[in-house]
């Protein structure tokens, strides 16, 4: 069950970016530190740059590591989430380049997206339950309201085109899609982008109980739309280039608005979720998870 709204202590808000491709740092914002981070499931894909913007605390992570190294595949999600979460982040900015799958979208424009649909084929290592341990949280609103209001308000003052709401469908790459699968998609599921690296993200943050937000830079039209050149990297990039300043500059809107403290429910996901007898947890799993949850291991 979830606790009521509201009732929870209020938690200082700390902002943490993972950047995707072609946002691999955060430009005009002063970085004071580095923080190379080891976690209990492995190594993040890079360290953890601290800076400040005004006089926020802020923590950014290239999701594919600097250089891009890593596919979607290969990203380590639960490394990644758990560093920041180490870090004391509360709420996370997801910036991704995403295909569109709607005529209304078009490439430049922002997507503020509020559903997820898995289609990865369950290879990623996607839940910090398992060995000994289970758990089950709530996902049926997988992006956090709360980050969803700052990052229209930031895209809107920014004067960027965006598209508030929708469903990121999230494949397993690196592939683009086949024009089948991408015609199966949109008449199925009518999504508004299609993207590879949501899930498991998402899901993880939410366990984690970190409040996870995404603004995903639409680039392409995937190759269901005829009339417009089949996708090509060099298409994405050369967009995802052009919105660089402008991701860069809503990122830092987004830190400015973002309140003090937050009593949201999500930063208690798992305040119920563990179903295991807490005497039944082994030590190695314990000492694994103490720092997602340990008020709730006791």
């Known amino acids: 069950m979830n606790s009521p709204k509201n009732a929870n202590p209020s938690k200082k808000v700390v902002l943490g970016v993972i950047g995707g491709s072609g946002v691999y740092k955060m430009d005009g914002v002063d970085l004071s530190r580095e923080h190379k981070i080891s976690t209990p499931f492995g190594e993040p894909t890079d360290a953890v740059l601290e ?57 430049g424009d922002m997507v503020i997206p509020d559903q997820l649909f898995d289609r990865t084929r369950g290879t990623r290592a996607n839940t910090f339950f398992g060995d000994g341990i289970v758990g089950h949280v709530m996902f049926a609103d997988p992006f956090c309201p709360e980050m969803r209001g700052l990052i229209k308000n930031a895209a809107e003052m920014e004067k960027a085109r965006i598209h508030n709401g929708g469903t990121y469908v999230c494949m397993e790459g690196p592939a683009f899609s086949t024009r089948a699968e991408s015609h199966y998609y949109r008449k199925t599921l009518a999504p508004a982008i299609i993207g590879m690296t949501a899930i498991p993200e998402a899901k993880l943050a939410r366990e984690a109980e970190i409040c996870y937000g995404m603004l995903a830079l ?13 996708v090509s990297v060099e298409a994405v990039l050369a967009v995802v280039k052009a919105n660089a300043t402008l991701a860069n500059n809503i990122i830092k809107r987004v830190a400015n608005l973002m309140p003090e403290t937050s009593s949201s ?34």
């Not at 990644?80 to 996370?92: F, M």
């Not at 030590?283 to 340990?294: F, H, M, Y």
Request: hydrophobic share 35%.
């Open 218 to 230: 639409a680039t392409d039209y995937d190759c269901w739309h005829e009339t417009e050149e089949d």
């Open 51 to 107: 800076g400040k913007i005004q006089d926020r605390t802020v923590y950014f992570l290239p999701r594919h590591g600097r250089g891009h190294r890593f596919t979607p595949t290969e990203v380590n999600y639960r490394a990644n989430i758990h560093a920041l979460k180490q870090l004391g982040v509360t709420h996370i900015l997801a910036v991704s380049a995403v295909g569109i799958m709607k005529e209304s979208i078009h490439p």
């Open 265 to 298: 429910e999500l930063l208690y996901a798992a305040k119920y979720a563990i179903m295991t007898d807490k005497s039944k947890i082994p030590e190695s799993t314990r000492k694994k998870v103490q720092t997602l949850w340990g008020p709730y291991l006791d």
